[in-house]
């Protein structure tokens, strides 16, 4: 079983920057690939970015693209999310998602991943 915790939410205005961060459970983290996807009020879970597990492969929405930076420090268990630029449209409850069958692949599809966290609210004021 792997637990997800995620951190780094908050109140941003329009044009800043945050920092999110999800630090997994268990020593094998190495193992998973990870994404980063999110939920708005009324809208369906979107995917917003994913790392392989040695974090040579990456994968953006085309919305967040060039704007957000996915990584990893497998040293330290952690994967963040730096998002820059922040919209408007950006605001939602934040989910780090851990998928341990392959590893290798950056998968956009939440219904692959194996294991959630509980999210992290980011809210992008005007």
């Known amino acids: 079983q792997v637990q997800l915790v995620e951190s780094g939410g908050g109140l941003v205005q329009a044009g800043g920057s945050l920092r999110l961060s999800c630090a997994p459970s268990?020593?094998?983290?190495?193992?998973?690939?990870m994404g980063w996807f999110r939920q708005a009020p009324g809208k369906e879970r979107e995917f917003v970015a994913a790392?392989?597990?040695?974090?040579?492969?990456?994968y953006y929405a085309d919305s967040v693209k060039g704007r957000f930076t996915i990584a990893r420090d497998n040293a330290n268990n952690k994967v963040y999310l730096q998002m820059n630029s922040l919209q408007l449209e950006d605001t939602a409850v934040y989910y780090c998602a851990a998928e341990v069958h392959r590893p290798d692949r950056v998968q956009a599809t939440p219904t692959v991943y194996d294991y959630w966290g509980q999210g992290t609210q980011v809210t992008v004021s005007s």
């Open positions: 268990g020593r094998t983290f190495s193992n998973y690939a």
């Open positions: 790392i392989s597990r040695t974090g040579s492969s990456t």
